[in-house]
């Protein structure tokens, strides 16, 4: 990874980190139903824009299918998993499960026609950040709601297949044109659900509330997702992944800021092992093997 790309990484980091705060703050006002419609919607106007004036395109004739995929994997099913699952379940706990995608793309990969070879040094990596968020997170998921946490089980592999998606069948997509789009799609399922089910709020929300959707939406989710689309030609969507390390600390630190909570000397050891353990796993470059005919034909 160039250095251009690990600032990228790590304001990836940073942007996926800070939400489980603010969603944590919205749905205390707002249905998780609308808490998708709003996040999404505002994400695609912001967006929307920026791809006409960049002239950046998608063949949607070609491409509807896996954009389709994308968006309902890595948008339409996970957040409104993790909306609902962060109403009943600590803040912490979906910190510490996410963690686990890039074991389970590991998994998904070998679906997907992907051959990881990773070093003994990556594996240590990963072995050091795990540990490294569970110190952080310091959470006993099997004492949680068992269907809040069923739910986030749900967001980890819908997190885990987009990457997937984009690199087997979007390929060089311009980052701009499928975050815009995806957020676009996402939009239009959210908003009639929205209404259909009476999720729309009876009265205005309060500041903190709005802030929230607003750095959600621009921040956590337009912004977000071109890193992310960008990152994952750059790394590849295993790699890519490994970000839900670092989510941890920065979801730890943002809770201190916005929610005061304290911060714990398990906090502090587990910010120095995800950072090690992240610096191991991305040291050598995993080679990955080639696509077979039938596989490549399958691609295009």
Not at 80 to 93: G, M, Q, R, V
Request: aromatic share 8%; with cysteine.
């Amino acid at each position: 990874m160039s250095p251009r790309s690990i600032l990228l990484f790590l304001a990836l980091g940073v942007f996926w980190g800070i939400p489980y705060a603010l969603i944590k703050i919205s749905v205390g006002e707002l249905d998780p139903l609308m808490l998708c419609f709003a996040r999404t919607a505002i994400a695609a106007i912001v967006l929307i824009p920026i791809a006409l004036v960049r002239k950046d395109r998608i063949d949607l004739r070609r491409q509807w299918k896996p954009l389709l995929a994308y968006t309902v994997a890595e948008i339409v099913v996970p957040w409104f998993f993790l909306n609902t699952a962060e109403t009943k379940l600590p803040s912490s706990t979906p910190g510490l499960m996410l963690a686990s995608i890039p074991l389970v793309s590991l998994a998904i990969g070998v679906l997907f026609g992907r051959r990881e070879r990773l070093s003994p040094l990556n594996w240590v990596g990963i072995l050091i950040s795990t540990i490294g968020v569970v110190s952080i997170v310091g959470v006993n998921v099997a004492g949680s709601d068992p269907a809040s946490v069923a739910a986030v089980g749900i967001v980890v592999l819908g997190y885990a297949v987009g990457p997937m998606v984009l690199s087997r069948w979007m390929p060089g997509a311009s980052g701009v044109a499928v975050a815009a789009a995806s957020m676009a799609v996402a939009a239009v399922v959210y908003g009639p659900l929205t209404f259909a089910t009476g999720s729309w709020p009876d009265r205005w929300p309060s500041t903190p509330v709005i802030l929230s959707v607003l750095i959600l939406a621009i921040v956590c989710s337009a912004a977000a997702f071109i890193l992310l689309v960008h990152l994952t030609s750059v790394m590849g969507p295993m790699r890519v992944t490994t970000v839900t390390y670092l989510n941890p600390v920065v979801a730890v630190l943002t809770g201190i800021v916005l929610l005061r909570e304290q911060l714990t000397i398990g906090a502090v050891l587990g910010f120095v092992l995800v950072t090690a353990g992240a610096i191991l796993f991305g040291r050598r470059a995993a080679r990955v093997a080639p696509l077979t005919p039938v596989e490549a034909g399958t691609a295009r």
